[in-house]
């Protein structure tokens, strides 16, 4: 292949800090909080298990069978962009929202304390942040060097190559460390979330903060859905609409948790042990 552009460099180094940032999120703040806060693991394991069990694989499963795509691109709801956009809002919250909801109430069967909340939330929003920032980072970086080696003939067909190249070496830099920090909004938001969710399941009263969670991560995902529609179309705009909500909403949970005192629900001694947490 002839005359295909090359990636600018300063590209590449965003592409490998957004992949370094996904990594760090996921692995790397799991293991200094784990020092801090005598963090267990298997909270963390589940939190990354339940995400690609309830956002990849169960979501997908019931958009199919609710919109019925077809292969025009088209799907039940195409000419209903609002009732669509709110389709897309909810689902996420109810999906995800609910996997943390029955994941902590098998979790507190063993596990007590805010620190569990903490360690899932890390493992829910970390793994989301290494399979869709850090996937698509490695996939990119390994185009753009292979294409600057001048081995274009090795990524697939000329026609893809032509149009993959053109979008890596036409696009601002900064569009690939946007990723990466988009993904320090979200793994913030999922451990918020998942605090708010271990009250909803931990404490007296508190059940109605489920159904909150799902209206907040709703909310969350409004900016990312008017983008896609083309009502923002500015993405630095977007990013930055993303961490005020981020921060609005990491605000409100904190205002909600204040001074609240957590009911742990303890195994009792006939089952031989009590939790460490």
Not at 68 to 89: E, K, M, W
Request: a positive charge.
């Amino acid at each position: 292949m002839t005359n295909l552009p090359s990636v600018p460099a300063l590209s590449i180094f965003f592409m490998a800090v957004t992949l370094l940032i996904s990594i760090l999120l996921f692995f790397g703040l799991f293991l200094y909080l784990r020092k801090k806060m005598a963090l267990k693991m298997t909270p963390f394991w589940i939190g990354a298990a339940v995400f690609i069990s309830f956002a990849l694989i169960l979501q997908p499963i019931v958009h199919n069978i609710i919109l019925n795509p077809q292969a025009d691109g088209t799907h039940r709801l195409s000419a209903h962009l609002v009732a669509y956009g709110i389709f897309a809002c909810l689902s996420a919250g109810i999906f995800e929202e609910t996997g943390r909801f029955a994941a902590f109430k098998f979790l507190r069967k063993k596990f007590t304390g805010i620190r569990t909340a903490i360690s899932y939330g890390i493992g829910h929003g970390g793994g989301e942040a290494l399979i869709i920032a850090g996937l698509a980072a490695v996939g990119n970086l390994s185009f753009s060097i292979m294409l600057n080696a001048g081995m274009a003939d090795l990524l697939g067909e000329a026609a893809d190559v032509a149009a993959t190249a053109a979008i890596l070496a036409e696009s601002s830099p900064l569009v690939f460390l946007l990723g990466g920090l988009e993904r320090i909004a979200a793994v913030a938001l999922h451990m918020a979330l998942s605090l708010l969710v271990w009250h909803s399941v931990n404490t007296k009263g508190k059940l109605w903060f489920y159904p909150l969670s799902i209206g907040l991560h709703a909310l969350f995902n409004v900016i990312a859905v008017l983008y896609q529609f083309g009502v923002i179309t500015n993405l630095f705009v977007v990013e930055a609409l993303i961490f005020v909500e981020a921060a609005a909403i990491v605000y409100v949970v904190r205002r909600l948790l204040k001074g609240l005192r957590q009911t742990d629900r303890r195994p009792s001694p006939e089952h031989g042990h009590y939790p460490t947490e």
